[in-house]
């Protein structure tokens, strides 16, 4: 992107139906967004991601659910001209403390503007640290600690690489042992 191009993309005001979504929350605002392929725009805010539709009706804005960043484990971002694809991977807790990576959700963009870098800076702010740890099953954990907006304390969670061995007693035992070693090893002052 030329300086004229990045000059012009933080001046530039986010489409109406963008800036009609995060109006609904006084603490929301427009970080980024970026142009979809298939109408609409990606949008990075300051609560999450969200997907506004091109034809939104603007009586149905509370409807725009929000992706919170602390609740997406990957963002991969492939390039194509001014635009690109973004694969981004949501958790969801299944348990307490324990988390299941959903289906990717696909972001086609036509333009990108400074989407890309704002997403994986609010991403990578989440994230304290992480430790992976093989399973006897040849699979791994992965322990994560990420700051959850709205909480002083950072919170742990548990990613099983493979869905199947939550129900593995061996590793779901294993799991358990090096997330307390974690937490009482983690220094809250970073």
Do not use: Y
């Not at 969801?92 to 963009?109: D, S």
């Not at 322990?143 to 590793?171: H, I, K, S, Y």
């Amino acid at each position: 992107m030329s300086l004229v191009e990045r000059v012009r993309a933080r001046f530039t005001r986010p489409p109406e139906a963008v800036r009609a979504v995060v109006a609904a929350d006084a603490d929301e605002r427009v970080l980024a967004w970026g142009e979809r392929v298939d109408g609409g725009w990606t949008v990075a805010t300051s609560r999450g991601l969200r997907v506004v539709p091109a034809e939104l009706d603007l009586t149905a804005v509370a409807e725009v659910p929000v992706l919170p960043w602390h609740e997406i484990g990957t963002a991969r971002w492939t390039a194509a001209g001014g635009g690109g694809t973004f694969l981004v991977t949501p958790l969801t807790e299944v348990e307490p403390g324990v988390q299941a990576r959903l289906a990717p959700q696909r972001h086609v963009l036509r333009e990108a503007g400074e989407l890309p870098g704002v997403l994986k800076k609010r991403v990578d702010l989440t994230v304290v640290t992480s430790q992976r740890h093989p399973l006897p099953t040849g699979g791994a954990v992965l322990l994560v600690a990420r700051r959850v907006p709205g909480q002083a304390a950072r919170e742990w969670t548990v990613v099983f690489d493979d869905d199947a061995d939550r129900d593995d007693p061996v590793a779901r035992e294993i799991a358990r042992e090096r997330l307390a070693a974690a937490v009482a090893a983690d220094d809250p002052t970073r």
